[in-house]
């Protein structure tokens, strides 16, 4: 444990838990004494945490939980809700085509896996629940992107970085943008092994009650079993019929990205 542990993140992590269990503003002070470590420190930490939004100092110069804390609750909890509703058809999806079929939504410019059922082949795509991947290269992340507002895509844009995964990765915003643009007006993305050498994907975005975009339902797989002709013909109106099936029964879920 103590090779892999990073002390600033433990530190930090500290701070956050007594701020939690004291569910109070702190002072300097105050805080600085229970995580045991000097004034310096804390303070330097609490600034890194008021910066990523975690923290927040009030006028009278006291710490208390910020708002991203609260954001990230409300995700988790919608996201349990969500769960709960898609995977049936997660499974249905996989029953129908055995290629590994995935629930994710967009976090702070990020794909994140909240859900995954693997397909039975030997040879399959898999993701960690929890992690996550860079929107501009993934089918489920450009479903995600293409349905923002402009003011909002363009914030998004702005603070992503555009990597090349592969030769087909698209690097240039303008590119990307009109990408984007086609994706919405045909109601689903296909990801042409543009994050992994092989690997195709196709994706649909989830509405709720309201008309918004709150996660998407992607299928992927290797390009040997993924053809155009089973691409075309199966895979695209499957996932998008199931992703109509599901904005039905979504109800009033609201996962801001």
Known sequence: MGKTLVQSVDRALRILELLVEQNQSMNLSEISEEVDLNISTVHRLLNTLIYRGFVEKEETGRYKLGVRIFEIVSILEDSLD??????????????ACNET?????????????I???ESTNLVRMFANIGSKGPA????????????????????????????KFTSETI???EELKDNLKQIKSQGYA?????????????????????????????????NIRITDKFLYNKLI?????????????????RIKG
């Open 82 to 95: 969500l769960k709960a509703i898609v995977r049936p058809y997660l499974r249905e999806i996989v029953d």
């Open 136 to 163: 501009h290269s993934l089918g489920a992340g450009k479903v995600l992107l293409a349905y923002l507002d402009k003011k909002e895509l363009d914030k998004v844009l702005k603070r992503m970085e555009l990597t």
């Open 101 to 113: 079929a995935n629930l994710v939504i967009l976090d702070q410019g990020e794909v994140v896996y």
């Open 190 to 222: 296909i990801d042409f092994e543009e994050m992994e050498e092989g690997v195709r994907c196709v994706a649909a975005p989830i509405k709720n009650g309201d008309g918004e975009v709150i996660a998407a339902i992607s299928v992927s797989g290797p």
């Open 171 to 173: 690097t240039d915003i």
């Open 115 to 117: 859900d995954q059922v």
């Open 237 to 253: 109106p499957l996932v998008t019929s199931k992703a109509i099936e599901i904005s039905k029964n979504i109800g009033g879920i």
